[in-house]
């Protein structure tokens, strides 16, 4: 009996952390949609400092209520690891000055930071955005 209860912790620590997913995405396009916001890119990973990105587009629905943070890129020298941290908040989440020209022709788009829990984002940085000022 010990053995069965034992496997049935197992599977769902097990299917627990494979429900839960961090990756960086380069959105091309942002939009508000009935009180939701739709990012679409593609997520990519770093391997040996270059980006490898999927092959297809990926969309993701974002509840109006998520709150958006710069993100703050640290890296581990004794793990080796690059982690993301919160930075400050971004008051006005997706209607920020750095996400207004993505979607158009001239956007170049931006990298985020995205946390997932099965198709629910519950966290979003905001890497690099918004265009440089005039000098």
């Known amino acids: 009996m010990r053995k069965i209860i034992a496997g049935f912790v197992m599977a769902i620590v097990a299917f627990g952390v494979a429900?839960?997913?961090e990756f960086y995405v380069a959105a091309t396009k942002v939009e508000s949609k009935d009180g939701k916001w739709v990012v679409?890119?593609?997520?990519y990973k770093t391997e040996n400092k270059k980006k490898v990105f999927d092959e297809k587009d990926s969309t993701f629905t974002i509840d109006g209520a998520v709150k958006v943070f710069k993100g703050k890129v640290m890296f581990d020298k004794d793990t080796k690891k690059v982690t993301v941290e919160a930075g400050d908040a971004i008051e006005t989440g997706f209607k920020d000055e750095a996400f207004k020209n993505v979607s158009d022709e001239k956007g170049k788009g931006v990298n985020l930071y995205l946390t997932t829990e099965g198709d629910k984002v519950t966290k979003v940085y905001l890497i690099k955005g918004g265009k440089k000022k005039a000098e």
């Open 40 to 43: 679409t890119g593609k997520k």
């Open 19 to 21: 429900i839960a997913d």
